[in-house]
């Protein structure tokens, strides 16, 4: 990022930002994000959100655990410990199915919480940066980068002001 | 009517005040007693009932087959009559090893006479609790071994056996009441080289030992009762309670002499675990000991079960059956040896002989395709099951 300054619009009708956001991308601003509090419709697309990759990471973490069980078993019940349960065979993949599938899900749902924390940067102590305290309420809010020497900060408040924001104020980022 | 105990046994009161002296009914008369005079006594009956507490009806076996008997001349024709409707047998894996040991009993229905001296021994041996009245009322006993009785009688209209209860409480039923027929049968713990109730268990409390011993850890089990759902032979007991030091189970195992008689060298067992026959596996632990320390190899009939020992009629016999010269070896062999549910491949590691009985009228009838095993033998002999 070559800006920590935002401009705000802040607006009271999900209309409102969707039709200013996809209009601010059309005439080339740089719209760092839009908060509400609740999904709108169609805003990823507009915003150019891509595909989460959660899914990879995911499939990662059950491939580790599925290879973690048959491992564990396979040495447990095989090479160090053979026991002979109802005369059936040491080293039979079907009987280790199920301890298989349920660290398989253990791995998938313990992984994909940390890699969701990790990707967001969320550690102990850390608190919310909240954009508008309102954004938790009802008003919406989309978020402009400001570009030195480019971003022409009174024309972006006067569109912002034509689509209907309800009020209009610059902000900066800490990091 | 249990004899009207008047005092209990050394160190508690087990067994007094429990039944009624039913003597004073009885006369003597020209030196013998009569059971038809009553001496100044007049009987009136009530509308009391008292329950029976008694095992006979526990257990069921669901009206399966387990019984093989022939009669002498068949059995002189054929010595495998009545038992060589095997069922085809398919593994579904390869089997295990079996170097070494390999413990297995043979019993032998012709012996057996159902004193129940095993059931006595076993239950010294292996310190197995008494329950008393009320539990045996709610199916609870915990022998280890039991003698399955099964009785038939004789249809006078058909001339053929009649075995089942259905069949006496039909009135049509023309049937000889005054003529029994019984069969003893021990049963315990088959130690099932496939063994269903190990696979069941989800701790691995009960598996194999390499001798073909169907063990238990003790401390491993955490009482799902799977594993009795799942034997056949209905062999597993599971210990309710806390039977010793509790002041509701009053018997031997409640004070410091009583617990004197317990064997230090069988666990004593806890509430909340499963437990059930173990072929005595102290004594071959200890006869194993007892060979290294001689610095010898274990023979035949170094080990003999506390059930095996107290059988008056030699019914029981213990072995290794991978030794080819023990007497359970030959015994395996013998034309008469069958297992129980065969056709389950279960693999019991007790052999049973076929019951010969000294009579004219052909028992097992003509031997049957294996296809058809247990279509016969469901009609003519799944008996009402009984248990002493």
């Known amino acids: ?164 924001a309800i009020e209009i104020r610059e902000r900066e980022f800490e990091d | 009517m249990g004899y009207g105990k008047l005092i209990g046994k050394v160190a508690s009161n087990f067994g007094k005040g429990l039944g009624k002296n039913a003597f004073s009914l009885v006369g003597f008369e020209n030196g013998t007693y009569a059971y038809n005079t009553a001496n100044g006594v007049t009987l009136t009956k009530t509308d009391d009932g008292y329950e029976l507490a008694q095992t006979q009806t526990h257990h069921t076996i669901e009206g399966r087959n387990l019984l093989r008997e022939a009669s002498l001349d068949e059995y002189i024709k054929n010595p495998s009559a009545g038992n060589n409707d095997h069922a085809h047998i398919i593994s579904l894996w390869e089997e295990h090893d079996s170097k070494g040991h390999k413990w297995g009993m043979a019993i032998d229905m012709n012996a057996c006479t159902g004193c129940g001296a095993c059931v006595v021994s076993c239950s010294a041996e292996n310190n197995v609790p008494v329950v008393g009245r009320k539990e045996i009322l709610n199916s609870r006993e915990m022998h280890w071994i039991r003698i399955d009785r099964y009785y038939s009688f004789k249809n006078l209209a058909t001339g053929k056996p009649s075995t089942k ?172 040896k069958y297992v129980l549910l065969e056709e389950y491949n279960v693999q019991p590691s007790v052999g049973y002989m076929t019951k010969i009985r000294n009579v004219n009228e052909p028992i097992a009838g003509e031997q049957k395709a294996p296809a058809k095993h247990d279509e016969k033998h469901e009609e003519h002999k799944a008996a009402e099951h009984a248990h002493s």
Request: charged share 25%; aromatic share 10%.
């Open chain 1, 1 to 164: 990022m070559d800006t920590n300054k935002v401009i705000l619009g802040i607006y009271n009708d999900p209309d409102h930002i969707y039709d200013t956001t996809k209009k601010l991308i059309h005439d080339g601003y740089r719209v760092r994000d839009v908060y509400s509090p609740f999904a709108i419709h169609g805003m990823d697309r507009v915003l150019g959100i891509k595909r989460s990759r959660l899914t990879v990471a995911a499939f990662c973490f059950a491939m580790t655990g599925i290879v973690l069980a048959l491992t564990l078993q396979t040495y447990a019940s095989y090479f160090d410990w053979q026991m002979n349960v109802g005369g059936k065979p040491s080293l039979h993949i079907p009987t280790y199915i199920p301890i298989t599938f349920e660290l398989a899900i253990l791995c998938t749902a313990f992984g994909m919480v940390g890699c969701f924390f990790a990707v967001n940067k969320m550690v102990w102590g850390k608190n919310a940066d909240i954009i508008d305290i309102r954004v938790t309420d009802d008003l919406f809010v989309v978020a402009i980068d400001i570009i030195p020497n480019k971003t022409d900060v009174a024309e972006l408040s006067s569109i912002l002001k034509n689509n209907g």
């Open chain 2, 165 to 336: 209860e259905k069949e006496y409480n039909d009135k049509n039923n023309k049937i000889d009441f005054e003529h029994v027929t019984v069969m003893h049968q021990p049963m315990m713990c088959q130690h099932c080289g496939h063994a269903p109730c190990e696979t069941v268990c989800p701790v691995l409390a009960t598996v194999h030992s390499s001798e073909g011993l169907n063990q238990m850890a003790y401390n491993r089990c955490v009482g799902t009762r799977y594993c009795a759902n799942n034997c056949p032979y209905k062999v597993r007991r599971f210990n309710w309670f806390k039977y010793r030091e509790n002041d509701q189970f009053d018997f031997h195992f409640n004070n410091d002499l009583g617990r004197m008689v317990i064997n230090p060298d069988v666990t004593v067992r806890s509430r909340g675990v499963m437990e059930k026959c173990s072929f005595c596996v102290q004594r071959i632990q200890a006869s194993k000991l007892k060979a290294k320390i001689e610095n010898r190899k274990m023979v035949d009939g170094d080990v003999k079960t506390a059930c095996q020992q107290s059988c008056p009629a030699d019914a029981l016999v213990f072995g290794d059956m991978n030794d080819p010269n023990s007497e359970i070896s030959k015994l395996f062999k013998n034309e008469r």
